[in-house]
């Protein structure tokens, strides 16, 4: 008979052989280091500062490839892309106080994308910690309490034996459902100090499967099944659980329409017969969501931007599954299942029967037939061709980053991804500057694959420093700027103070990093588009133009 504590991992004799002679001279840093690689890290981000010094020596020790991008900001941008795009967990490199403070912006965004970024940060020597003013450099009363409302767990080192244990604690945190950033901090003493603790050779950081409960999901799909009028809302949580081909077998099997969230596009084909695409901010779209008898939201938390500004209000009965227990019926009542999107459509699956319905491609195409004819009576045929020129001139492929600009609030709604996790955005937390550095991460994650950056001149000055680390790495980055002059969705809104910007020569300051670039025109833009992203290495173009947004529907 087997008990629990009989089941202990004997170590081999190479094992034993490490531990009785560690190599000399090795470091808390090292630790960090070796534990990362245990996990399966093969690639940091982040910027070196006076107190992760000995962190930063032990990486170029390593194989660890780091990635050092200008802020630490734009560094926490790279990894959240690195995360999404891979779905593992990337370590974010930090050092005290204001390095660690600047990747807070990246890390809100992390946090409502849940991205998995594993940022690790210095702090004052040991015995400044618990609030005491010893008057270190960078100290701040309790650095944690920064970030505890941000990340999903925050971790605290004290002595270098915690090392391993802490980070694959954090490591495992990040990629338990809901994946997000989560925080560790390491005392500079502590990275510092000269250790005789064997290497480390085997970490265990499996995260938790959050599986959903079976007396939920077979009331689901008997309501589905048995449903007259059911639709599927499916956001970020399907794309991040790579649940796509679970979900259109469900959809297909109940004869649903699915429109996507922001966060979740590409989760299900754009020109299927019954997608309903990405229109969520058309009152058409949320009166045919209302009129649902049966509404099937997976991985969505039915938030501001996807519930057309919280004027969406459900008829019919709600079944909503997210992994992230606070958004579970946090804004509309219904059937709860706190669960893995992949793992609540799999149950799904096997526990629904086919539904029959030859009226539903039919009402999909009037839905977005009127869109359309909406769209149709306003002036925006330029924005539209320019997606167009867009999505012909990117390989299917290759991912898409978005800044908080006004081509990328159409793209939210208009832009068809082609595949899933391919099209991002900073629509999670909407801050500036998240495009461009956002997209070298992805660059890093697929070397091989072109990558497409669309920002505004306004958030385009929020990264222009990363140009260097664009031309330093030699990363195949496109950025496509859009300039009109300022901020120009402020302006939309009705904002001119402040909104309008004196730029630069985006051209000229490219070109002074080494990075080629050459202006573009609504006309020329697929043609040149096409040529930059085929060309390898960075480039920019620069698109003058002043677009305008569709009419809202929520007000």
Known sequence: MTHD????????EAQKAAALAPPPGRTGGDLVVETLRSLGANTVFGLPGQHALALFDAVGRSDLRLVGLRTENNAGFAADAYGRITGEAVPLLLSTGPGALMALPALVEAAAASAPVLAISSQVPVAGLGGGRRGHLHELRDQSASFRDVVKSVHTVRTPSQIPSVIAEAWESALTAPHGPVFVEIPEDVLRAEIVIPQVTGVDATPHELAPRPELTALAAHWLENATRPVIIAGGGVVRSDAAGKLKQLAERLNAPVVTTFGGKGAFPWTHPLSLQSWLEDRHMTDFLEDADVLLVVGSGLGELSSNYHTFFPTGRVVQIEADLGKLESNHAGLGIHADARLALQALLETVSERADPTAPERVRLVLADIAARLATQDVALEQELLRSIRAALPARSPSFWDMTILSYWA????????PNTMHSAQGAGGLGYAFPAA????VAEPDTPVLAVSGDGGAMYSVADLATAKQH???VTWLIVDDGGYGILREYGCDTG?????????????SFGVPASTTTPESLKDDLKNALGTPGPSVLLLSAKLKMFAPTHL
């Open 5 to 12: 504590h009989d089941l202990v991992l004997r170590p081999t």
């Open 412 to 419: 939210w709604s208009a832009f068809d991804p082609k595949h």
């Open 440 to 443: 070298l991460g992805a660059c």
């Open 474 to 476: 030699d990363l195949d």
């Open 499 to 511: 909104t309008q910007l004196a730029g630069p020569d985006f051209v000229a300051l490219a070109e």
